[in-house]
């Protein structure tokens, strides 16, 4: 959607997270404008001009990318100096905070050993599963009998770390 905020890293071709000099751009925010209506289709221009990735003069970089973006930080929603983004599902009582779940990470082949003559098309995933649970009315019951019902999942976990090296959590 408009203004969707990312986090992109530019790293060394074949350059890890690890290494700090492997790390030529480090979480810049950028914002999405959908192409042509398409919402699946966007460019990004960063939040800051100031922070502008360029593409070395010579030489082939990756990108790893996500969503939302998120400040340096341990708290969910933002990523750790181990570069960990922290996700919390705990919350998800208005759409607003379940908007804030649909965590999204690019680090595939296509934006790998990139540069400025080939750039990179940041192709994303979903991170996260989302579960909808519908309830029916069934024999000896109708709408009017679920007024007031809720149903809770438990057991499952409502906080992960995604690994920006790898998407793993």
């Not at 959607?1 to 000099?21: C, E, R, Y």
């Amino acid at each position: 959607a408009q203004d969707d905020p990312v986090g992109i890293f530019m790293l060394k071709n074949g350059g890890v997270f690890t290494t700090t000099s492997d790390i030529l751009s480090d979480n810049v925010q950028y914002k999405a404008t959908p192409v042509g209506g398409d919402a699946t289709k966007v460019t990004f221009a960063p939040a800051n001009t100031a922070e502008t990735i360029y593409y070395p003069q010579s030489g082939n970089v990756d990108f790893v990318a996500y969503y939302p973006y998120g400040l340096t930080g341990t708290n969910a929603g933002q990523v750790t100096t181990d570069y960990k983004y922290k996700v919390s599902v705990a919350t998800q009582s208005t759409a607003t905070d379940q908007a804030k779940t649909d965590v999204l990470y690019s680090n595939n082949v296509v934006n790998k050993a990139r540069s400025k003559t080939d750039p990179a098309a940041l192709e994303f995933n979903h991170a996260l599963a989302k579960l909808v649970v519908n309830i029916k009315a069934g024999d000896g019951m109708t709408g009017a009998d679920f007024s007031g019902m809720s149903a809770a999942l438990k057991g499952f976990p409502t906080t992960a770390d995604l690994a920006l090296a790898n998407g793993n959590t």
